[in-house]
């Protein structure tokens, strides 16, 4: 069994910053894709930025700028830097990797239970 832990969220003041950690354990061969979603209390679950396996990432307009993601294959971990944290990004984050089990598999998409980011004065 696969899983996927967040740590590293909190509350900061507006223009403060935060790093997310991800790492995932368990009988993994390989990631794929990994990324960080977040979600606010009844809206959907959003992007907020994705990495591939060689290192290509992928950011929502909304934080382009202002995060960054990052991974070390060696640990199954993908990162998340918050800088010029606004209100706005107060939200539950969330983990997503697109782990292989075994070799020669298709990859199976996991989630972590997600981690709360609170941004407020």
């Known amino acids: 069994q696969v899983q996927l832990v967040e740590s590293g969220g909190g509350l900061v003041q507006p223009g403060g910053s935060l790093r997310l950690s991800c790492a995932a354990s368990g009988s993994i061969f390989s990631i794929d894709d990994m990324g960080w979603y977040r979600q606010a209390p009844g809206k959907e679950r959003e992007l907020v930025a994705t990495i591939t396996s060689s290192g290509s990432t992928n950011y929502a307009d909304s934080v382009k700028g202002r995060f960054t993601i990052s991974r070390n294959n060696a640990k199954n971990a993908v990162y998340l830097q918050g800088n010029s944290l606004k209100h706005e990004d107060t939200d539950v984050y969330y983990c997503?990797?697109?782990?292989?089990?075994?070799?020669?598999?298709?990859?199976?998409?996991?989630w972590g239970q997600g981690t709360q980011v609170t941004v407020s004065s």
């Open positions: 997503d990797a697109d782990v292989i089990v075994f070799v020669g598999r298709r990859p199976s998409n996991c």
